[in-house]
């Protein structure tokens, strides 16, 4: 049986005690209105996510975090975040071998491919500033937070997949529980109580890092400076906030 996300962060060591403002913020958490908190003030931040490829080493432990948080199904084509692995032969670069068994979520077979360059890569939604996916959406099921994150509204969305399919990214599925589109939400339950997303949370490497644009005193605007980042499928122009530091050209 998969843990639930106290045994899982137990297991981890990174079970968290709620300051007194993330317990006043629970109630609005349970409601379903979470930038509603008092404490939090949305329009203040505008949420990116750095990714270090440099920095994977394709355990899963982001995945399998995610999982048990965000109560995403076991079945192996549902993910919020996956890690795919790129095997790139010296010979043909053009064309890498890209496997992701169950989204990484078991880590990784030892690479017996002598010779090829191996890397992994973690994926999630990237919070695009010019959504497709918002754009598509028939009923404004799918719409942006102040605070620069791509939600979507369950009691609204019909489950037509307009969605999915405008998504450049593969980043969206329809949840077989509720039959509704499920995506990662960059755990806005939690970033709105001041705490880090749970694939953050338990990176051994800290080959994730979530930052505030609108915060001048966050690393992340020197890490930008300091780092040749890029991001996916750039000339998709939706101009995305998950940046990479150290992607291959080989991915697409």
């Known amino acids: 049986m998969p843990p639930d996300r106290r045994t899982f962060l137990l297991q981890t060591g990174k079970l968290l005690v709620l300051t007194a403002p ?85 880590g ?52 037509c997949r307009y969605c999915v399919q405008a998504c450049p990214y593969g980043c969206r599925y329809i949840d077989p529980t509720t039959r509704t589109v499920d995506k990662c939400t960059l755990c806005y339950h939690r970033i709105t109580k ?8 338990v990176c051994p490497t800290g080959a994730r890092y979530l930052g505030d644009l609108k915060n001048p005193n966050d690393p992340i605007h020197d890490y930008l400076r300091t780092h040749m980042v890029q991001v996916l499928k750039p000339q998709m122009a939706t101009h995305p906030k998950t940046f990479y530091n150290g992607l291959d050209g080989a991915v697409r």
């Open 22 to 106: 993330a317990a006043v913020a629970w109630d609005y958490v349970l409601a379903g209105e979470p930038e509603k908190t008092p404490d939090y003030d949305a329009a203040a931040h505008w949420w990116a996510m750095i990714i270090d490829v440099e920095q994977c080493i394709g355990c899963g432990r982001c995945v399998q975090a995610c999982k048990a948080e965000n109560g995403v199904s076991m079945e192996p084509e549902y993910f919020r975040t996956w890690v795919p692995r790129y095997e790139i032969d010296p010979a043909d670069p053009e064309h890498p071998h890209v496997s992701s068994p169950n989204g990484g979520y078991d």
């Open 108 to 159: 990784f077979p030892e690479n017996t491919k002598g010779g090829f360059k191996t890397f992994f890569v973690p994926k999630l939604c990237n919070h695009c500033v010019d959504s497709p996916c918002v754009q598509v959406c028939p009923v404004g099921a799918t719409f942006q937070t102040p605070d620069g994150v791509v939600l979507v509204d369950k009691e609204y969305c019909l489950g």
């Open 194 to 201: 001041g705490l880090q997303t749970a694939c953050v949370e």
